[in-house]
């Protein structure tokens, strides 16, 4: 690129496309203070020394306890924390209040339920652009495999899953495996992941709209305005990323957004563009289900509601 400056939005999409872990980063400095805040930028460094290390927004609220703390924690969260990773991603002031943790090195809270955790004493930090790099010595550490990890990826949370190649689809109907031939859960997986695998290419193709922007325009009322607070926690995007993809569309003409009433709204273009998109959802769904009468399509979708509202 030269010199070409980057363009901000595009720079933090393409890098959404690499998936990272989900981390609170905690500490406490010498006055006693604590910090906690939601973090993808974790990576191991060094097994001999075992080091790790991570980035900090210079303007984050924390920054000067992270700064005087001789030591921080590194919480991997959970599939299941999502609302704890949204906690944490805010800038209210105490973000312990009401939540459950015991100390670890130098007093760095160490939170409930994580897939793993490390504590570490701070090695060296390390000026980078806009961000401090972080780096730590690991003194301790735990996890639990029975704890999935929470993913994110392309601005939005994702989980962990085998990955359907590593089961080729005629085994879903072969034998001799005749466990995995008749297991909910493994025909769940291979049935989502063929599914939107010829969806998503057609929504793309169609008008460039990627799963993430498909998400939100589908949650939008045709009709009215919607409180964009009230989208982003349906589809489950941290805030600045929803706002990004907010941004995305309101550039592209599909959506408004009233800051001062926090409110989403589709454009003339972007009702039709969602009722376009609506129509070639439906008319995947046919396809997919061409062989069901409309009895068994109707006795299909009630069962799996029933097995969401069992959850």
């Not at 400095?29 to 991570?54: E, Q, Y």
């Not at 990955?163 to 879903?172: C, E, F, N, R, V």
Request: proline content about 5%.
């Amino acid at each position: 690129m030269g010199d070409k400056e980057f363009d901000k939005k595009h720079f933090r999409r393409a890098l959404g496309q690499f998936p990272t872990g989900i981390t609170i980063i905690t500490a406490c400095d010498k006055t006693g203070r604590l910090a906690g805040m939601t973090a993808n930028s974790f990576h191991s460094i060094s097994l001999k020394p075992p080091l790790v290390g991570w980035c900090i927004d210079k303007s984050s609220y924390g920054m000067p306890i992270y700064e005087q703390a001789d030591y921080f924690a590194v919480n991997i969260l959970g599939k299941d924390q999502t609302e704890l990773s949204l906690h944490f991603a805010s800038r209210q002031e105490d973000k312990f209040a009401d939540i459950n943790y015991h100390k670890g090195a130098g007093g760095s809270p160490l939170l409930e339920n994580c897939a793993a955790q490390f504590e570490c004493k701070t090695s060296q930090m390390i000026d980078a652009g806009d961000h401090v790099v972080m780096m730590g010595e690991v003194l301790d550490y735990r996890y639990d495999e029975m704890i999935a990890p929470l993913v994110f990826s392309r601005g939005t949370f994702a989980a962990t899953m085998q990955h359907p190649s590593s089961l080729p689809h005629s085994q879903a109907h072969a034998e001799p495996n005749k466990f995995l031939s008749n297991y909910l859960l493994y025909l769940l997986n291979i049935a989502f992941t063929n599914y939107t695998a010829q969806l998503y290419p057609r929504l793309a193709e169609h008008a460039n709209v990627t799963p993430e922007e498909w998400r939100v325009l589908t949650s939008l009322d045709m009709n009215a305005p919607v409180k964009a607070s009230e989208i982003g926690r349906l589809v489950m995007q941290p805030d600045v990323e929803f706002k990004e993809t907010t941004q995305f569309l309101v550039d592209k003409g599909w959506v408004d957004f009233d800051p001062a009433q926090d409110q989403l709204a589709l454009t003339q273009a972007g009702r039709e563009l969602t009722e376009t998109l609506m129509t070639l959802a439906r008319a995947h769904e046919d396809e997919v289900l061409d062989n069901f009468s409309q009895t068994e399509i109707k006795q299909l979708k009630q069962g799996l509601k029933t097995i969401i509202d069992n959850f």
